[in-house]
């Protein structure tokens, strides 16, 4: 059924078939919405074409305006110009914005490696200083020891000399003298031999 060609209802006992009458009624609302609608979509479409004709009526004035006097061209240039330095303006500000930018990331960088390189410099000092511990360690270690040495060889005159004497015999030479040589020579590295014993009877 179609909104444009009147329908024959039916009749009813008391007039009319409701449904058919409600359908088309329906229709013909949706048919009369649906032309609205291309209506108002047509009038903006229109309103959009006459906005544009004015502009280009605009444009089209102005560029027939266009005076040739020194005066207007004195004008146009100082307006160009105005314009060109302003542009410039924005690109130095942005180049200068950049170039904060990259100074500040080369700042930040910068300041990192000095502080890895001032770690690795502490991490540095503090091995040398812990090899140097241990170096000082073994020197009083082996100082120690000779020390000990020392003191053993101070009592072997004394104890030469004794054992001399429960033999019955006399030493040929100062044994201390003897002992102090041979320590000093021990010492040095190149031990000398001892004064023989006299030959028992």
């Known amino acids: 059924m179609t909104a444009s060609a009147a329908p024959k209802f039916a ?19 949706h048919a009369k919405q649906s032309l ?14 006459l906005k544009e004709i004015v502009a280009l009526k605009t444009e089209i004035a102005t560029l027939y305006d266009v005076s040739t006097s020194p005066q207007s061209v004195a004008h146009r240039i100082s307006k ?37 390189a001032k770690d690795g410099a502490s991490q540095l000092l503090v091995e040398a200083e812990r090899a140097a ?5 073994q020197q009083i270690s082996t100082l120690q020891q000779l020390a000990a040495v020392h003191r053993n060889l101070a009592n072997v005159p004394a104890v030469l000399e004794s054992a001399y004497r429960r033999r019955g015999d006399a030493p040929t030479a100062p044994v201390s003298g003897s002992v102090a040589a041979v320590s000093a020579d021990g010492a040095c590295g190149s031990p000398r031999n001892p004064t023989p014993d006299r030959e028992l009877g």
């Open 80 to 116: 160009l110009l105005r314009t060109t330095v302003d542009e410039v303006t924005q690109m130095q500000s942005d180049a200068r914005g950049e170039a904060a930018d990259i100074v500040a990331v080369a700042r930040t960088e910068a300041d990192r490696l000095v502080a890895e």
């Open 36 to 49: 609205l609608n291309e209506n108002q979509l047509l009038h903006s479409r229109l309103a959009e074409a």
């Open 11 to 29: 009749r009813a006992r008391n007039g009319y078939e409701q449904t058919a009458v409600d359908e088309y009624i329906w229709l013909e609302a």
């Open 133 to 137: 511990a241990q170096v000082t360690s």
